[in-house]
DNA sequence: CCTAATGTCTCTAGCAACTATATGTTCAAG
DNA sequence: CTTGAACATATAGTTGCTAGAGACATTAGG
């Protein structure tokens, strides 16, 4: 049995996030010691070990609930599994485009800046003024990365 | 002169955001109508757009708060600002570097998943053993993708 | 066996950057 | 002049943790 500091070393995750999980209940209230101290087995950690990898992932913590509530019943079709799966990719790969229109013009911003007034500052000026930008980072509604 | 909601949507941001703005000092206190109501002039909107363009490009409100201080004292170097863009750079270079090495762990997680059972579920599987990983995706300080 | 250090417990509050909700006031159109 | 949208304030909620306070448990050394 491993105490709450060794599991979350195991882990790879903080005590106090470990508590946050069970508390929120992705992780099932844990046994106690004679002196209430919480004790794990092998399946909690798995079960962290899953989440902790998820979270890598970019999952978040609602669609590693519902990854983990599938893999709790595992007779059924994996398609759910795999739509969340698909979610998530389509999710890195629109973060993904836009971060590299992001680099791009972080670096023609950066480029020409070899130690002018703040007044010619190309910086200053791209970020002051939207119709400089070459691409369009406009949201649909509302979104702005993380 | 404009009302909030007239500048927000020239903005492109949401009336509540307008307010916190100002709240957290980044919009200096609004002009008030006759009946208490904020008015806006042509310099609050360009300052808008700035903090708004600035939010897109990845740029955290304190970053802002910088870059704005240095706008309003034109004569310095530029050193200061270009330094602040550098930061943003490398972090979106860093974002990128790891949002790739995740796509193509969920993209091998995809692939496989031909309506199997949950127990045979790749995306599960995967999930649940780091050692299946490609890449290695282990964090320095606890640092989790947003 | 005692003590000191570390680890654990609960609880509360805080972080970014908003967003939502509730309740009330002002304004512009018809 | 009335109605309904847009405005005002204040408070609380969101996500995913992290940090702090103050008290109890456990373990290693002497």
Same mark, same amino acid.
């Given at each position: 049995m491993l105490t709450i500091g060794?599991?979350?070393a195991e882990a790879g995750v903080k005590v106090p996030t470990v508590r946050y999980y069970e508390q929120i209940g992705l992780l099932? =209230? +844990?046994e106690r010691s004679a002196g209430n101290q919480r004790l794990y087995g092998r399946k909690a950690l798995e079960r962290l070990a899953f989440i902790r990898h998820a979270r890598d992932l970019g999952f978040t913590l609602e669609a590693i609930?519902?990854?983990l509530s599938l893999s709790d019943r595992p007779d059924q079709s994996c398609a759910a599994a795999d739509a969340i799966a =698909? +979610?998530?990719l389509a999710e890195v790969e629109s973060r993904l485009a836009r971060l590299m229109s992001l680099k791009a013009e972080l670096?023609?911003?950066?480029v020409q800046c070899a130690g002018g007034r703040i007044a010619d500052c190309r910086v200053i000026e791209v970020?002051?003024?939207h119709s400089?930008?070459?691409t369009d980072h406009r949201h649909p509604e509302g979104e702005?990365?993380?």
């Amino acid at each position: 049995m491993l105490t709450i500091g060794k599991l979350g070393a195991e882990a790879g995750v903080k005590v106090p996030t470990v508590r946050y999980y069970e508390q929120i209940g992705l992780l099932p =209230k +844990a046994e106690r010691s004679a002196g209430n101290q919480r004790l794990y087995g092998r399946k909690a950690l798995e079960r962290l070990a899953f989440i902790r990898h998820a979270r890598d992932l970019g999952f978040t913590l609602e669609a590693i609930r519902d990854l983990l509530s599938l893999s709790d019943r595992p007779d059924q079709s994996c398609a759910a599994a795999d739509a969340i799966a =698909k +979610a998530q990719l389509a999710e890195v790969e629109s973060r993904l485009a836009r971060l590299m229109s992001l680099k791009a013009e972080l670096e023609r911003m950066v480029v020409q800046c070899a130690g002018g007034r703040i007044a010619d500052c190309r910086v200053i000026e791209v970020l002051g003024d939207h119709s400089l930008c070459a691409t369009d980072h406009r949201h649909p509604e509302g979104e702005h990365i993380a």
